[in-house]
C-alpha cells in the first residue's frame, strides 16, 4: 500500500531562474542540490513546513527530453498550460501581500470558497498553483 | 476580483512591509520601536498582531532569520566567527548558544557536518538521487 509522496517533479524553463524564485520568493528550503552537468543540477525544494515532499526542479531542457519534445513542453509551460500543485498556508491575505511584494504573478486574488480562500500565482516558467488557507 | 480590496488589507500591508524589513536587515541592530512605528502601530499591537500573523514576536522572528541565514551562510563554508557577525549576533557566545538550541549541535559542528555532506556529493553524487530519476536523465554509468 502506498503510504506518501516523497518527490514530485516541476518542469522549469531555466534552472537557476526557479532556484532563485523558489527560494527567495516562495520561502522554500533547498534540501539537495547534487551538481550534475553544465547548467545542470539535481534540485529539490521544499515548503517549510512539509521537508518530506521533495519538489524536484527539472528543467526542460534535460536530455529525456528530444529537442522537439523540449521545445514544444516549453512553449506550454510559458502559455500556462499546466496547474501543478496546490500549496496552502495559515494566513492567505498576508502570504499574498508577501509574494506580490516580491513580485510573484497573481492570475487570481483570494477568494472565499466553501473549503477555505484560494488564489492562483505562476512560477516563474508559467506553471500555476493554487494558494490556499483551508478553513 | 483582483486588486479589489479585502477586510483589514491595509493592516496585512503593513505587517507584511515589517516582515520584509525584518528579512532585509536581519544583520542591522534592528530596533522594534522603529519597526513598530514605520508601520504606524503601538508596540504593544505591532507585537500582538505580528505574533498573530507569524506565530512568533517580531523579536522571536528576527532570531529565526539569523539563525536560518546563518545555516546558508555555513553552508557555503563561511568560518563560525565570521558567520557570527555577517548576521547581526553581537558575540560569539551568544550566537553559539542560540544556534545549538534551535539547530540542536553547535556551528562549528554544523560546518563540519555540511563539509562532510559536500564531500560525500562530489565522491558519489548517484547516491542522492533516486535511482528512477538518473536513470530517465541518463545520469546512470552503464
Redesign the interface.
Given at each position: 500500500m502506498i503510504t506518501k509522496m516523497t518527490h514530485a517533479s516541476v518542469l522549469v524553463l531555466d534552472q537557476a531562474s526557479a532556484r532563485d524564485f523558489y527560494t527567495n520568493k516562495l520561502g522554500f528550503k533547498i534540501v539537495t542540490d547534487v551538481p550534475m552537468g553544465p547548467n545542470d543540477n539535481w534540485l529539490t525544494v521544499a515548503a517549510p513546513g512539509q521537508p518530506g515532499l521533495e519538489i524536484v526542479l527539472a528543467p526542460v531542457t534535460r536530455s529525456m527530453f528530444s529537442k522537439e519534445t523540449s521545445e514544444a513542453l516549453a512553449e506550454l509551460i510559458k502559455k500556462g498550460t499546466f496547474g501543478v500543485a496546490v500549496f496552502t498556508c495559515d494566513d492567505i491575505f498576508a502570504t499574498y501581500e508577501e509574494m506580490k511584494a516580491k513580485g510573484v504573478e497573481f492570475t487570481k486574488a483570494p477568494v472565499k470558497e466553501f473549503y477555505g480562500t484560494e488564489a492562483i500565482f505562476k512560477d516563474d516558467s508559467g506553471n500555476w498553483f493554487s494558494l490556499a488557507q483551508l478553513n | 476580483?483582483?486588486?479589489?480590496p479585502?477586510p483589514?488589507?491595509y493592516l496585512?500591508?503593513r505587517?507584511?512591509?515589517a516582515?520584509?524589513f525584518i528579512d532585509a536587515h536581519y544583520a542591522e541592530a534592528i530596533d522594534l520601536d522603529i519597526i513598530a512605528d514605520e508601520a504606524w502601530f503601538s508596540k504593544f499591537h505591532f507585537i500582538k498582531l505580528f505574533k498573530s500573523?507569524?506565530?512568533k514576536t517580531p523579536h522571536q522572528y528576527l532570531t529565526y532569520v539569523r539563525v536560518e541565514k546563518s545555516m546558508e551562510l555555513l553552508n557555503m563554508a563561511m568560518p563560525v566567527s565570521e558567520v557570527c557577525y555577517a548576521v547581526g549576533f553581537e558575540s560569539l557566545s551568544s550566537f553559539s548558544g542560540l544556534f545549538k538550541r534551535v539547530v540542536g549541535i553547535t556551528p562549528s559542528a554544523y560546518l563540519a557536518q555540511q563539509q562532510q555532506l559536500k564531500a560525500q556529493?562530489q565522491k558519489a553524487?548517484l547516491t542522492?538521487?533516486?535511482g528512477c530519476?538518473?536513470e530517465?536523465?541518463?545520469?546512470m554509468k552503464k
Open positions: - | 476580483m483582483l486588486n479589489q479585502y483589514k488589507m496585512y500591508r505587517l507584511v512591509q516582515k520584509l500573523i507569524y506565530s556529493i553524487p542522492f538521487i533516486p530519476f538518473a530517465s536523465y541518463g545520469w
